[in-house]
């Protein structure tokens, strides 16, 4: 489903951010990245919605090269895949439920779709009481779980958080971990990075290990170590 093939990314050429990364994600996975601050796990994420491009090699999402992909494609490219970040981008002057229907408004939707599939979504992630609340009247477990709501609402085929917890509470954090966990188990590809060490732990999926731009292990139920 993802293949990244000797993939590396020079932004200078005493500190290249990927160096010969040889990686596949079989559709419906659970995978984990970690790695220290600067190890490349943002740019390995980057890569596969487009936003960077390999310096060499070849990122493949569904069989299509995406070094090849045209501007005036990356927007269907990047509906097929949800995204989740540390500090959640809820626009804070749309309410939770306007939030999430936001998404769907730009990817043309109709009336009765955007509030048919906003209710679903919300109801999934626990926040169908709280539609109305705007950002900053709720807590920071429930701007993620918005943010959540958000990325799948349009059903995409990967979902890539990017340290989604950093910003909350160890309570909120394994409420995050295991809505992760279900989405996954409704059949959407996920792929998470991480610090958390315990979290990884805990949750018992593929680790891939990133150190220095290179892969350094990759286990089918890891553990965080480099």
């Not at 005036?72 to 895949?81: A, E």
Request: glycine share 8%; net charge positive.
């Amino acid at each position: 489903m993802i293949i990244y093939e000797n993939v590396s990314k020079i932004y200078s050429s005493d500190s290249p951010a990927l160096m010969d990364v040889n990686l596949r994600i079989e559709e419906r996975e659970f995978v984990t990245i970690v790695g220290a601050s600067g190890a490349g796990k943002s740019t390995l994420l980057k890569m596969l919605y487009a936003e960077e491009r390999p310096t060499r090699g070849n990122v493949y999402f569904h069989r299509n090269n995406l070094v090849n992909l045209k501007n005036r494609h990356l927007p269907q490219h990047r509906r097929q895949i949800g995204t989740v970040f540390q500090d959640f981008k809820l626009l804070p002057k749309k309410t939770l439920g306007e939030n999430v229907a936001f998404a769907m408004e730009v990817a043309g939707k109709s009336n009765a779709e955007i509030q048919k599939a906003t209710n679903q979504i919300l109801d999934i992630v626990g926040l169908s009481q709280k539609i109305d609340k705007y950002p900053g009247e709720v807590s920071g477990g429930e701007q993620q779980r918005a943010a959540l709501a958000r990325a799948l609402v349009n059903k995409p085929k990967v979902l890539v958080a990017d340290e989604p917890t950093g910003n909350l509470d160890p309570i909120s954090t394994w409420e995050i971990m295991q809505l992760l966990l279900k989405i996954n188990e409704f059949g959407t590809t996920v792929i998470l990075a991480t610090h958390n060490k315990g979290m990884v732990d805990k949750l018992q999926r593929r680790v891939i290990s990133i150190n220095k731009g290179r892969i350094a292990r990759d286990e089918a139920m890891g553990k965080y170590c480099i």
